[in-house]
């Protein structure tokens, strides 16, 4: 069974779709990168029972992500939000002070909205 | 039952989470303004039915938003994205021709991201 980067990130945001047994179970293998082996003992379950919760807490999170594109939309936002703060920064050195002034601004909600995209 | 402007809303975050059936019911009493009974009709389902499949597909989608907040989270970006338009709308008037072109490039990508957070 390969590690899929992807559902870590897919995690972040549908996590809260899972039961809390699916949601440990990945985040004990994803995130904590535990053993199949690890888990079980932990589960008092075995190896292919959490292979199997595993898998079905994959499924969810993949299909979820095909009905609402959330990790998608959200990676082309944060690119969005990268072109608007480099130009921002270019603004930042004009000698008109009023202007380097609401470059700041811009570059200080862009930065807040970076963190709501990735939050 | 009463009709709730916020459940239009949520079926734009969410409403491909619904099977066809939920989602026509939602669609033709929340958009299209259908009675429960001309829904009734075209189901050929009794009204108590539609009433049945409507407030399940609100359940589904008012519990989606508990869990992933996104419809409030968007409207956060959205402000974001308007204080960021003003901002270098207000820059756009400067002498400095390249921190005004630097503005309307701002501008034009902050247009472009409210489009994909409102789609």
Known sequence: MEKNVRISYLFDFY??????????AVELYYNDDLSLGEIAEQFGISRQGVRDL????????????????????FECMLEDVEKIIVQALKIRNTD???????????????EKLKIRIVE
């Open 15 to 24: 996590g809260d779709i899972l039961s809390e047994k699916q949601s440990r």
């Open 54 to 73: 595993l898998k079905r807490s994959e499924t969810l999170l993949v299909e979820m992500e095909e009905k609402l594109r959330l990790a998608e939309k």
């Open 96 to 110: 008109d002070k009023e202007a380097a002034e609401c470059a700041q601004m811009i570059i200080d909600t862009a």
